[in-house]
């Protein structure tokens, strides 16, 4: 495994567009994360694409999402948004199933869901 990323072991683009995809698809249904997203489905779209856009570059694919959005500023980009821990656990909950959903390799999965738990916890800005 030393020296292929991340995003080449698990499949690339393929991957990250499916994880975001039932990762949506929980936020859909979730009536504490739900209000944080977009109400157009359009828009709801764009924000799955960006997340797997970022999730493939961060991980070593294409700089698709610099070249598009720009710095992540993942906290500057999420600052409007009240997320606590309830919100961070409602996050993870669906992230760790979406995750599991494609039976990884347990180090791949393990590194992966370490990263997006600490991105969680980066994000939190209020205390309830």
């Known amino acids: 495994m030393s020296g292929v990323s991340l995003y080449d072991r698990v ?3 393929r991957f990250f567009d ?3 995809t039932r990762f949506y698809s929980a936020v859909a249904d979730d009536p504490l994360l739900r209000p944080l997203y977009p109400d157009d489905d359009a828009e709801l779209e764009a924000s799955r694409r960006h997340l797997a856009l970022f ?3 961060f991980w070593g ?3 698709v999402y610099a070249e ?4 992540p500023r993942l906290r500057m980009r999420h600052s409007t948004f009240r997320i606590g821990p309830p919100e961070r656990d409602a996050w993870l909950r669906h ?4 995750v599991q ?3 990884l ?3 791949d999965a393990m590194q992966l869901l370490s990263y997006l738990t600490d991105a969680a916890e980066h994000l939190v800005n209020t205390a309830t």
């Open 105 to 107: 390799d347990p180090i």
């Open 101 to 103: 959903a494609a039976e």
């Open 61 to 63: 694919g294409p700089r």
């Open 55 to 57: 999730l493939a570059q």
């Open 18 to 20: 499916e994880l975001t």
């Open 68 to 71: 598009l959005r720009g710095h």
């Open 11 to 13: 499949g690339g683009d």
């Open 95 to 98: 992230m760790r199933t979406a």
